[in-house]
C-alpha cells in the first residue's frame, strides 16, 4: 500500500501560470485535506473535504480551488500563482470525522512561484 | 478562540538525556490532542493522541506525552533522547466539533551526541 501520494514533488511556476497538484490515496479513507506549511506558521488548512463530491473551505482558501471527483483523489488547484503561494503543500487523510481520528500526511509538494 | 502554543523554537538534548517538547493548548469543550513529527523532507508522521482517560499517552518511538487539565498542556517527553529523534515536532488540537485540526508553529529538536 502506498498510503498518501503526491504529485508533482516540486514544481516551479513563473507568476500568473496555473497548475494541480494531486493527492491520490489507497486507504479509503472519507475525509483528506490540504495543508500549506510555511516556515514559522506551522501548517495551516486550505481546503478539505469529508467526502466524495464534497469540499469545503479551511483557514487560507483564497487563491485556491480543490475538488473530489473521485473518493481515492483530492486535487488542488491554482488558477493564477502568486509568489505568496510559494510554501510546502501536504495532503493529509483521516477515516472519519466521530471520534478524533489520526490524519495520515503525504510526503509533501515543494512549489516556488518566482 | 481555540489555539495551540508551542513556545520554544528549538530544544537541544544530549543524546541520552531526557527530552520534554512543551505544548500548551486553548480549546472549546473536551481538548483531543497530537503529536506529529516531521524529518527532513518528509510529510508529518502520527506519534500519539489524546482522547480521554489515562493522562499519560505513549504513542510511537518511545514518546509519550502527559495531558495536564489544570496548566492546559501537553507535552511530549521521552526518558532517553536518540540521535535520530531530530526532526521537527508539532503539536495539534482538533478544532471543536469540526474535523479540523489546529496546529502549533512547531518545535525543532536537536539531539546531540
Known amino acids: 500500500n502506498a498510503g498518501v501520494t503526491q504529485t508533482p514533488k516540486f514544481r516551479v511556476l513563473k507568476t500568473g501560470q496555473s497548475m494541480t497538484l494531486l493527492c491520490a490515496q489507497d486507504?479509503?479513507?472519507?475525509?483528506m485535506y490540504w495543508y500549506r506549511q510555511d516556515p514559522g506558521m506551522g501548517l495551516r488548512l486550505i481546503h478539505y473535504?469529508?467526502?466524495?463530491?464534497?469540499?469545503a473551505k479551511g483557514e487560507v482558501p483564497d487563491g485556491y480551488n480543490v475538488s473530489r471527483l473521485k473518493k481515492q483523489n483530492f486535487l488542488l488547484g491554482l488558477e493564477s500563482a502568486a509568489p505568496s503561494q510559494t510554501s510546502v503543500y501536504f495532503c493529509a487523510v483521516a477515516r472519519t470525522g466521530g471520534e478524533p481520528d489520526t490524519q495520515y500526511f503525504g510526503p509533501g509538494t515543494r512549489l516556488t512561484v518566482l | 478562540a481555540q489555539s495551540v502554543a508551542q513556545p520554544e523554537d528549538q530544544v537541544n538534548v544530549a543524546e541520552g538525556n531526557p527530552l520534554t517538547v512543551k505544548c500548551t493548548y486553548s480549546?472549546?469543550?473536551?481538548?483531543?490532542l497530537f503529536w506529529y513529527v516531521q524529518y527532513p523532507n518528509r510529510g508529518l508522521q502520527f506519534l500519539l493522541k489524546?482522547?480521554?482517560?489515562?493522562?499519560l499517552v505513549k504513542g510511537s518511538y518511545g514518546f509519550e506525552a502527559e495531558f495536564n487539565k489544570s496548566q492546559t498542556s501537553f507535552h511530549l517527553k521521552k526518558p532517553s533522547a536518540l540521535v535520530s529523534d531530530s526532526a521537527l515536532y508539532f503539536c495539534?488540537?482538533?478544532?471543536?466539533?469540526?474535523?479540523?485540526?489546529?496546529f502549533g508553529t512547531g518545535t525543532r529538536l536537536q539531539v546531540f551526541p
Open positions: 480549546v472549546s469543550g473536551n481538548p483531543y
Open positions: 495539534a488540537v482538533r478544532k471543536f466539533n469540526t474535523d479540523k485540526l489546529i
Open positions: 489524546y482522547i480521554t482517560g489515562d493522562n
Open positions: 473535504s469529508v467526502g466524495e463530491g464534497t469540499t
Open positions: 486507504m479509503n479513507h472519507e475525509y
